[in-house]
């Protein structure tokens, strides 16, 4: 009889546990309904494993203590606003109607405002990039900031390191950014206690800590995917590459990862350096604000381009808000590549409806993708897109990491984010808009190389799809607001 009662007393438990969590599930606030009903099967048909991965990865959640830190930060900080911005002549500079409606967006995002004077140049390739990078710290006279989401003592890894541990040993200030999570094999290597002893200042940024107790301090899988270096205040890089070598060795079997990088000099440099600080002042006592209160070189000539920082301290929807938003202003032309596909339903009706009035609209995916999950789910969507007209090119030459958008040959967007839920909800991310022709065509032309090693994939292909692939990629759709 006891035995009965102690299974009644545990069932009891479970359902009321199990309530709970579905009713949290439901009331979280800023979810999409998609996010909602997903998450409610997940605990309904897989209960205790259901309700682990909830209080695991069910909210975004950075941690009370990590908020106050990035207000604090923030707080201190110039306003946003400001950077950039020569006090001399305040004046945006002059926009197209569409241009600033898109600016506009960026700034409800991050503060910043649109800035002219800049220059940039694209890197040939990641290595090239590396080795510009070093050259750049090589000549560095006041202070090197870095912050990457994988940093690995590889030989491009291992070049960086070397190069900041010179500078700093010739008095440069030198400040590193690794994500505790992405580099963890840099950060416990020697490599990292190194710099440390060179004099470089080193912070991991969302540190794990213990993984059992820190589901109730922040979500575990958050995390700084930022991709940015800035050298003297005066040169920036952004764009997809972490800093190791193109094979990747930790997963060398999609390599070589193809990856875009600009070096950037100009007004919009001092944006870059307000992000970073706003990262490295919420993790280390030291504030960076005298760096951003220096006058920003001249905004003549150049292009016009804005930051755009977002992730889970900005507001939500924030990356997804950006990407329909290039995609609603194109009019002939829209050319995107990324690797991770897993968009919300706006930005796959946003690429739809560009493809059906008229825009020759292309996305081009990895044909090998390191991540199955992502793929299987990124597959489900082609035949809307193919439907709708979307052009869709698989690249077979490695694993195309590049995260851009072009559009109409006078706009481009180019950064850390890719157009899955990691970026839109879980990842800090750092992207910028720019507005020119010339750069664009630039841009493009590398679009156009990652096309020249592409196959095309038409409505053909998917339809000879074998029906369980299709339900499989299908299935895992569905699951695509909390993967």
Known sequence: MSDVYDLWNLFLVHTVLQIGFLTRALLRPRREPAARLA??????????????????????????KRIARVEEAQAILPPADQIGVDPAHPERPALSPEHERLFNIGQSISGYVPVGGNRAELMPDSNAAIDAMVADIDAATDHVHLAFYIWLPDTNGTKVVEAVMRAARRGVICRAMADDLGSRVLVKSPHWKAMAQAGVRLVTTLPIGNPFLRPFTGRIDLRNHRKILIVDNKITYCGSQNCADPEFLVKAKYAPWVDLMLRIEGPVVRQNQHLFAGDWMAEHDDDLTPLLLAPPPSGEGGFVAQVIGTGPTVRASAMPETFTSVMYSARHELVITTPYYVPDEPIQTALCAAARRGVDTRIIFPKRNDSWLVAAASRSYYFDLLEAGVRIFEYRGGLLHTK?????????????????????DLNYENNILI???????ILRGRQAEYLAQSDEVTDRHVAAWPIHSRLWDNALAMFGPIL
Do not use: C, H, Q
């Not at 409610?40 to 009370?64: D, N, R």
């Not at 967007?413 to 839109?424: I, T, Y």
């Open 435 to 441: 507005a020119d022709r010339e750069m664009t065509r």
């Open 404 to 424: 851009s958008v072009t559009v109409d040959g006078e706009t481009a967007l180019v950064g850390s984010a890719n157009m899955d839920r990691r970026s839109f």
């Open 39 to 64: 998450w409610a099967v997940v605990i309904v048909m897989a209960p205790v494993l259901g309700m682990l991965a909830y209080l695991l990865f069910g909210e975004t959640s950075i941690g009370k």
